[in-house]
T-cell receptor, first 112, second 110 residues
Framework: DAGVIQSPRHEVTEMGQEVTLRCKPI?????LFWYRQTMMRGLELLIY????????DSGMPEDRFSAKMPNASFSTLKIQPSEPRDSAVYFC??????????FGQGTRLTVV | KNEVEQSPQNLTAQEGEFITINCSYS?????LHWLQQHPGGGIVSLFM???GKKKHGRLIATINIQEKHSSLHITASHPRDSAVYIC????????????FGKGTHLIIQP
């Protein structure tokens, strides 16, 4: 398996634009997590899914953020409208039974 | 919500030294995670442990559930061990999303 695949690897966008980050989890994994990493706050959980169902989205900063998992092999994290303070590295991770997550390479988002 | 504290924040050591990184958490958990973040940014899960000790190569992780404390040890450290080591615990204590420590930035000098 190729591991968790995230796209794009880098994204630069202007403030106010919509940004969509994509994640393909490892086949067979039933948990999917979205994390954000900044210098100030470190790694933070945004939302996680179990069997495609959102379980906990309390980490989503505000209504500008939304995440979907339409099927077991794909998830998106959308920011609309984007703001400079959203600049961060966004990681997707998947696991089988919420143990030992496998992380994607991350998407480095810069909002100017 | 679980509060996860790590120490030290930064650690520089000479090749061959024995390294210890400490982690404490506030809420009882089912298991604790240790992660490694490479200089390039990639994150790798090293251990998930719920009791006792686990060993993988030169890495050893221990946990004391009663004291809510875990340690990561590196024996015979090598420059390629240079990375950020992050401790993480389930937010609610059970099987769910992780709360992370701030990480320990380890540099091993040749």
């Amino acid at each position: 398996d190729a591991g968790v695949i995230q796209s794009p690897r880098h994204e630069v966008t202007e403030m106010g634009q919509e940004v969509t980050l994509r994640c393909k989890p490892i086949s067979g994994h039933d948990y999917l997590f979205w994390y954000r990493q900044t210098m100030m706050r470190g790694l933070e959980l945004l939302i996680y899914f179990n069997n495609n169902v959102p379980i906990d989205d309390s980490g989503m900063p505000e209504d500008r953020f939304s995440a979907k998992m339409p099927n077991a092999s794909f998830s998106t994290l959308k920011i609309q409208p984007s703001e400079p303070r959203d600049s961060a590295v966004y990681f997707c991770a998947s696991s089988l039974g919420a143990i030992l997550p496998f992380f994607g390479q991350g998407t480095r988002l810069t909002v100017v | 919500k679980n509060e996860v504290e790590q120490s030290p924040q930064n650690l520089t050591a000479q090749e061959g030294e024995f390294i210890t990184i400490n982690c404490s958490y506030s809420v009882g958990i089912s298991a604790l995670h240790w992660l490694q973040q490479h200089p390039g940014g990639g994150i790798v899960s090293l251990f998930m442990l719920s009791s006792g000790k686990k060993k993988h190569g030169r890495l050893i992780a221990t946990i004391n559930i009663q004291e809510k404390h875990s340690s990561l040890h590196i024996t015979a450290s090598h420059p390629r061990d240079s990375a950020v080591y992050i401790c993480a615990a389930p937010e609610g204590g059970g099987a769910d999303g992780l709360t992370f420590g701030k990480g320990t930035h380890l540099i091993i000098q040749p």
